[in-house]
């Protein structure tokens, strides 16, 4: 688990480097550098550059990476993008250091810009996690002009005109890279989906960022890129990993029921009972026979409340539909419970629609809502920070985990962190693959993980598994019952 800084964290963290290694700020630029520099030849080994500039440390950067490549006599051409009379102090001694060895062009009109070669790469270095307004003038037709020339773009730390850990407005003028490497660590910017076009491929460089300066500083944002599991002891019993009910599916929907209940049992659960309406009795002891199965007394659907008591959790909704009686089974089934519920799908859609039902989500529940069924719970949002913030309020009004599901899941806890999660594809995105997670998370939370352990543990993992499957298959041939082939524990 790493931290998630914001804009002035990460500036504070830069100066706390430069002031406790110490190091002076022109040679961590240099690091960066370097770092970038190393990682550029090994995406694009044959290629030439074309650089743009900004005034600030960004552009900083982008001179000295400039000079890097001059020195191994890769063929470079370098612009500054003239849009301000300040320049910041490492800048200027980078362009010093450069301006012997190449000519550095200047764009101060649209009439400067470059005819760019087709065997270019464009290393955008015009504004980095400085940006704090929308781009206007020269640095706006800059920035459209790259973005038109559809050549490959990879941008120095963040794309030139996104901020760092704010949400942009519609019509703001933004770098569209193919790839972006940045410095040390995530950027907020990177993990929301409105941002999908201003990131493209991205990863983090790191250059020795100081570690004093993670541990002693707070953030409500973290980086799931690994979790560690318990050892499960030598002399455990089944008892010892907990009796998980899995009550879902409706007649059409027992597909989800078996996902769930053969995920469940992958994911290390002790024993797993699931209620089922009678029409799948057969198909569940045939697909799934290391699971119990009780059924309930309709033929589709489900409509009465079994006996809870010697269950350790409860996962419910998948294909549950949303029948009436099913909406009465819910209904007395929360009225019942104790112990936190995971909470999927059409348990979620009832619950959104009988808001009553809110108020009798266990404490520490966990709720997995795709974004359509998120947006049943909290509204719309403007923005995907404040559909975070939104989570945030409904996580701490009702006490329980939700999920903000797609790439890069979110995991909102009452206490207000937001983890996110590093493991995935968009080869899980097919019907199906939610119902595995529900499974998976039941069954860490049978084994004692609490359920803000299991949630995050949980997606952690259920994206593994995706991204082996989709090494194996390829993303559009992988099917959900692939993820749960591929989860090792
Ligand atoms: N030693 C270090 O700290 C290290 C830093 N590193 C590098 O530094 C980068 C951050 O550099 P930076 O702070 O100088 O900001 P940068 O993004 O270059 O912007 C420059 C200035 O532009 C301005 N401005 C903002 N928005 C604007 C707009 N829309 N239109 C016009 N102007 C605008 C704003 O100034 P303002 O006008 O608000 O006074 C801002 O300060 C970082 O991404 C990484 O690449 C690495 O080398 C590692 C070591
Ligand atoms: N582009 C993507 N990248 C990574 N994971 C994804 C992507 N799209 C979907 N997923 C994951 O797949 C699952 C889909 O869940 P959901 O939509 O509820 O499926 P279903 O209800 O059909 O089972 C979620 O865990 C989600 O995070
Ligand atoms: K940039």
């Known amino acids: 688990m790493r931290k998630i800084f914001d804009a002035q964290q990460i500036r504070n963290w830069d100066a706390y480097t430069i002031a406790q ?10 690091r960066a550098s370097i770092a970038f520099t190393d990682r550029l030849l090994s995406l694009f080994s044959d290629k030439d550059f074309t650089i743009f500039c900004g005034k600030g440390n960004n ?24 849009y301000s009379a300040q320049a910041s102090p490492d800048f200027v001694v980078n362009y010093d250091r450069l301006t012997s060895l190449t000519t550095i062009h200047s764009i101060k009109t649209l009439k400067d810009f ?42 120095v730390d963040i794309a030139s005109g996104l901020y760092v850990s704010q949400p942009i407005a519609r019509g703001n003028t933004i770098i569209q890279p193919d790839y972006t490497l940045t410095f040390e660590a995530p950027k907020l910017a990177f993990l929301m989906p ?4 201003y990131v493209g491929e991205w990863e983090c460089l790191p250059i020795g960022l100081s570690r004093e300066y993670v541990q002693n500083t707070s953030t409500s944002f973290f980086w799931t890129d690994m ?43 002790g024993l797993l009972t699931t209620y089922i309406p009678a029409c799948g009795y057969e198909i569940m002891q045939s697909s799934v026979p290391e699971a119990m199965c009780q059924t309930d007394p309709a033929e589709k659907e489900l409509s009465v409340c079994p006996d809870l008591e010697k269950y350790t ?42 808001a009553d039902m809110l108020a009798l989500i266990p404490a520490k529940s966990v709720l997995t809502p795709h974004p359509k069924e998120l947006q049943r719970l909290i509204g719309t949002w403007e923005n995907d920070f404040e559909k975070l913030e939104k989570v945030k309020v409904f996580s701490q009004k009702y006490n ?7 790439m890069h899941t979110a995991v909102v806890l009452p206490n207000q962190e937001v983890h996110f999660n590093s493991t995935g594809n968009p080869g899980m995105a097919t019907g199906g693959s939610g119902d595995v997670l529900t499974g998976i998370i039941t069954a860490l939370i049978a084994q004692g993980y609490s359920s803000e352990e299991a949630a995050i543990i949980g997606v952690f993992k259920h994206g593994e598994a ?9 993303q559009m041939a992988m099917l959900p019952s692939d993820i749960i082939d591929k989860l090792r524990w």
């Not at 329980?400 to 797609?406: D, Y």
Request: positive net charge.
């Open 227 to 269: 979790v560690s599991l318990k050892k499960r002891a030598k002399f455990s019993h089944k008892g010892t990993f907990g009796h998980a009910l899995l009550a879902v599916g409706s007649y059409g929907s027992i597909g989800a029921a078996v996902l769930s209940a053969k995920a469940c049992l992958r994911s290390g659960v």
């Open 114 to 155: 470059p005819v760019i070669g087709q065997n270019c790469v464009v290393v955008d270095a015009i504004l980095g996690s400085g940006t704090n307004r929308p781009v206007e003038g020269i640095l706006k037709d800059v920035i459209q002009e790259i973005n038109q020339s559809k050549l490959p773009v990879i941008s």
């Open 21 to 30: 290694e110490p190091i002076a700020s022109i040679d961590l630029m240099e």
């Open 59 to 82: 552009g900083g950067d982008g001179l000295a990476i400039a000079r890097m490549l001059v020195a191994m006599n890769r063929k470079v051409e370098v612009y500054v993008v003239d």
């Open 400 to 406: 329980c985990i939700v999920l903000v599901k797609g």
């Open 313 to 354: 959790v409860i996962g419910i909704g998948c294909g549950l539909g949303k029948s009436e009686k099913t909406k009465a089974f819910l209904n007395v089934l929360l009225r019942q419970v104790k112990s936190p519920l995971v909470l999927d799908a059409d348990a979620l859609n009832i619950m959104a629609e009988e």
């Open 194 to 197: 409105q941002n999908q076009l």
């Open 466 to 474: 995706g991204d082996i499957a989709s090494q194996e298959r390829g």
